[in-house]
């Protein structure tokens, strides 16, 4: 089968593979699409290893595909279901193995292409919000990134709840996008922007915000810090802004907030399969009934695949980068 | 009635008042005893205002006495229950006015004045064990100020529970009456410590604790984070090494670590009243049965409460100061 690769630090191919052999309760998946993800970048980079149980060397976190074969102990699945899921690693390629319980069934009337731009960006989003944030239906979201994969499926799920959603980006077009998705209260955040002015920035939300999806880090803590209402929650799930943060302790302590940080893939199994679950029967019926819809920039064929990291890398994209297999 | 009082800021006298009367739900109580704490020296310094609707010029958060009247909601006390509790101010009264929920009955075998010691100390570390750092029988603590009132408090609480408790403090003799009370590992933090050496301290505990109560807050924050155990939880209850924290925020992701800020004195009053409920109903049998006991460095009569004051401010007490009222 053909694989995307990554023999070394920073290098990228396509590649010739055996096609693996769905083990214990893996089913094997003919992979329409994956989409593609940050952390494909970081692991190109060197930084970001997938887990011990996961092919190394061939990126992709997430799929939709086709039920092609399943593993002796695989049980809820069967061959010709259309699925989407999540793996430690290997799913830009034409064959994956998953393990049953990270892969839900698609939809109806959900294109399986477009199905691989969703597992991780409304899995994350679903579990941040909910399991993470304790939101209820009705109250108030911030969202950094909110163009982002998983901003802009955040945004679509907290309207879907009847939630307030306000969201930041830095450019105007992406707000823009944005706004014609719902959100509610659009936050330009200028170039070069420091700890005290990106608190000047959450002006508009101050004192407001129930949970915030922070998918920036660094200096954004002290914004959501500002952001957040009483008893709020702050979900930390991505540093792209940077590792270090600085926190005023006797706020949070006042607001009595909690701050939790959060990663999809490196779970144990079991957590992962609960989140899938929570994810497939809350969002599941949103999907088919067209509430939900993911929010693709692009499809790249496989040939291409070098020009989908490009586009990824460039930060200009509104939603996910998908790459497309078959 | 004789009470403590703060005329002006950093002033603190003896006066007369009128006897509070119980309104609504409030039950008047005789005080035997009132514990002193942090947050009183912070009032009196200007900067801990009390509830708007506590005594704004009366210290005491805590109290054991007597009930002495009834107001016209409160159902569950009678005249004569020995009772302890928290107040939002005014404790350090021979009478005190406190909602009847956020009282409880003080175990046959527990001496009245001892009682004084318990209610904030207990409460918080009772709160903030399990409420806010969902700690469950068996796992690992790390109490930063294990010599405090709340510390000791925490500490006990853990051994009473199986758990492992580790403790740290800034003297040695501190550290040695914690071990007594069951403390099984002991940090002595030298003066003029940073994060990288608070960090460092931390090695015999790091990655294994699931849960840490910082009463410090500043640079410890760093080393609850390395101390921290995959998805544990680090509880803030008290900045006073200092407002401002630096974090990494990627270490804090990775180990899906959660921060809470938690205070107990500003909660609505529904919120106390679970506080006070949880703690009544899971420690009292423990008090009754001498598997718990507050700590208490001295007890101090209200004509010498500057002394007691004092003593609070040296930092050098293992445990509670007890006003004694009557």
Redesign the interface.
Known sequence: MRVVTIPSKGRLELAERPKPKPVDDQVLVRVAAAGLNRGDLWQLAGGYPPPADAPQDIPGMEFAGTVEAIGPAAKRLKVGDRVYGLVGGGAQAEFVAAVEGHCAIVPDGLDLVMAGAVPEAFITAHDALFTSGGLRDGQSILIHAVGSGVGTSALQIGKAKRCKVAGTARSPEKLARAQELGLDTAIEIPREVDAAQLIELMRPVAGSINAVLDLV??DY?AADVEAAARRGVIV????IG??????????????????????LR??PKAEKEEAVSDFARDLGPLFASGALRPVVETVVSLDNMLDAYELLRSDKTFGKVVLKIV
Do not use: E, P
């Not at 930390?236 to 540093?239: K, N």
């Not at 270090?244 to 959060?262: E, I, Q, S, Y």
């Open positions: 880090g660094g803590l930390m799930l991505s540093t940077g590792d270090l943060a600085k926190v005023n302790l006797r706020t949070f302590m006042n607001k009595r907030l909690t701050l939790r940080g959060t990663t490196h779970r």
